[in-house]
């Protein structure tokens, strides 16, 4: 059937000269363009020229599969030490809860700290598959390290060996992270794929929370079973477990790279660039004499020295990041996940029906299994009613907000929990009232993360998709150092007056995040209002000093593109 392109829509139709025919195969595009009286293709013409050209659809890229595949084994080993890693600290090592919390956090710090770094190294000097080849070495490290942690005492300071094999599977995982993401996201041919990329979005979070679930089962089921070296408890076995699955990762993308498409490096470093432009452009606003002309942006200071695209690239960075600083208060929430929440169930029954009993690092595999079923349910239900019904499509933003509200509930449930807990006899509260505050925190990821990150995603420059990448997980580096910062300053008298707290400070800043958004997408159409205003008036000029119409038939030609590589031109024909 025929259909328009997506540069048109039905009222703009009849005046494009670009019609196209889907089949299984390919694209066929009919195009209407035009052409001066010396063959040249220029805005002003004097009549038409119809092309026939074919356009064959791009095939779903194979290295999707090795991609996803590897993430799925490495999410496995990094998300299973975060599973175990709060009651190996607590109860096989002898620290103190809240040190076995703080060193948890400072760990997941690293681990999404680390991933600006990584995206450095791919995005300026040697692409992402490079860049995690070379990453995985330190990773390897790091694994067998913290394997003799879990060996007989053998002289060294136990708590620097810890920190030191921690400190290398943070910067193994942190510094991959990114570039895994950016590699698999531009193995798409844009646009003709923008689909199947945004698909690709819902099946990384999705073979990631795989890994998780799995990370919440299997290593605590090993350490529960398992006995060596006199204890009761198998570390070095779980440890030995995660580290296979990391390798096997490892080998995974190795043999994927037979099919990652080639990558372009760019030719400088992003971030010195980065930081030059905005020093520069703040340079130019503080010594600027009172009488000079503002321009649309502070940055634009910075245009002269750097070229006017960078400096538009930049500018839509900190727009970006303007919307990432409400944000570390949901990752301080989604975290504790591994500590709080964790040492909450401790201190339940774990026993779901009679002879089934979990550990507790375990009731933590309820999040990954409600996330298995709201994604399909919010996919394929509750979004064709909401159009439907309402005609509401719930945009990205729209969709971070409602996500932020949700994770706030989750912690206003795990306070009022932890407050009955307190009224009742030790492990007496079943670890099933713990469902809700799991379902709610699940709705926020849903709703938060997987759109927060494809729009962070499309939103950013070509040449700092990965930098912009990393800086989303920057927001979870932050979240950790919240919940480093509240542990040790020690302010409340109980667990649930804390919790409550994250929840009251979830809600100040998704309000406060409501408000970006709303500026960020007020500001994104006065800019695209501004640019078909400046395109209208070129086009005018171009037009009166140029065209000549033609007695013969009465037709004025005039034509707006939107050219890329990938798109043919079409024009717009008005007959006068």
């Known amino acids: 059937m025929f259909r328009a392109t ?57 290295a999707i599969i090795f991609v996803l595949t590897a993430k799925l084994f490495e999410a496995f080993a990094a998300n299973g030490i975060r599973t175990i890693l709060a009651l190996y600290l607590r109860d096989d090592l002898f620290f103190s809860e809240s040190f076995s919390t703080v060193l948890l956090h400072i760990f997941n710090f690293f681990g999404q700290f680390c991933p600006i770094f990584g995206a450095i190294l791919a995005d300026s000097y040697i692409g992402n598959v490079r860049t995690i080849n070379r990453l995985y070495f330190v990773y390897a490290l790091g694994w067998t390290l913290l394997v003799f942690t879990s060996l007989p005492y053998v002289g060294v300071s136990l708590v620097f060996l810890v920190s030191m094999a921690l400190l290398l599977i943070a910067i193994g995982n942190g510094s991959t992270r990114a570039c895994v993401t950016s590699l698999g996201a531009i193995q798409f041919q844009l646009p003709d794929q923008a689909k199947q990329l945004a698909d690709y979005f819902s099946w990384y979070y999705f073979i990631y929370y795989i890994g998780i679930f799995l990370s919440k089962i299997i290593p605590p089921m090993i350490r529960a079973n398992t006995r060596c070296y006199n204890k009761t408890e198998c570390y070095p076995a779980v440890f030995g477990t995660l580290g296979t699955s990391f390798f096997m990762a490892w080998l995974t993308f190795t043999i994927g790279k037979l099919f990652y498409k080639e990558e372009k490096i760019a030719e400088e470093n992003i971030l010195v660039k980065f930081y030059g432009c905005v020093k520069h452009a703040l340079s130019k606003k503080w010594n600027r004499a009172s009488n000079d002309k503002k321009p649309a942006h502070w940055l634009h200071y910075a245009i002269g020295r750097y070229d006017e695209a960078f400096v538009n690239d930049v500018t839509k960075i900190f727009k970006l990041v303007k919307l990432y600083i409400p944000l570390p208060i949901y990752f301080a929430l989604l975290a504790q996940q591994d500590s709080s929440w964790t040492f909450q169930a401790a201190f339940m029954n774990t026993t779901i029906v009679e002879g089934i009993t979990i550990q507790p690092d375990q009731a933590k595999a309820m999040g990954p299994i409600f996330l298995f079923m709201l994604i399909p349910l919010w996919q394929y239900v509750v979004q064709p009613l909401l159009r439907w019904l309402f005609k509401l499509e719930l945009q990205p933003l729209q969709s971070v907000t409602v996500g932020g509200v949700f994770s706030a509930l989750s912690f206003i449930s795990a306070g009022i929990l932890q407050r009955y807990i307190y009224t009742r006899p030790y492990r007496s509260v079943n670890v099933l009232w713990q469902i809700p505050q799991f379902i709610f925190i699940m709705l926020g990821e849903l709703l938060l993360s997987i759109p927060g990150l494809q729009f962070a995603f499309t939103q950013a420059p070509v040449s700092m998709k990965s930098v912009v990448t990393a800086a989303w997980f920057l927001n979870n580096a932050f979240g950790n150092l919240i919940v480093v910062l509240i542990t040790e300053l020690n302010i409340f008298p109980s667990q649930y007056d804390e919790f409550f707290f994250y929840a009251i400070l979830m809600i100040v800043s998704i309000i406060f995040y409501t408000y970006l958004a709303y500026v960020y997408v007020l500001d994104e159409q006065v800019a695209a209002a501004d640019s078909v205003a400046n395109d209208s008036n070129h086009n005018s000029l171009e037009l009166i000093s140029s065209e000549k119409p033609n007695p013969r038939n009465g037709v004025r030609v005039s034509q707006e593109s939107d050219r890329n590589d990938d798109t043919p031109s079409t024009s717009n024909i008005t007959i006068v």
């Open 6 to 62: 997506q540069m048109a829509s039905e009222e703009t139709l009849p005046a494009l000269g670009l019609l196209t025919i889907n089949d299984d195969n390919e694209t066929i595009g009919i195009t209407t363009s035009l052409t001066l009286k010396n063959g040249s293709n220029k805005k002003s013409g004097y009549g038409l020229v119809t092309v026939l050209h074919t356009h064959r659809r791009p095939k779903y890229p194979i």
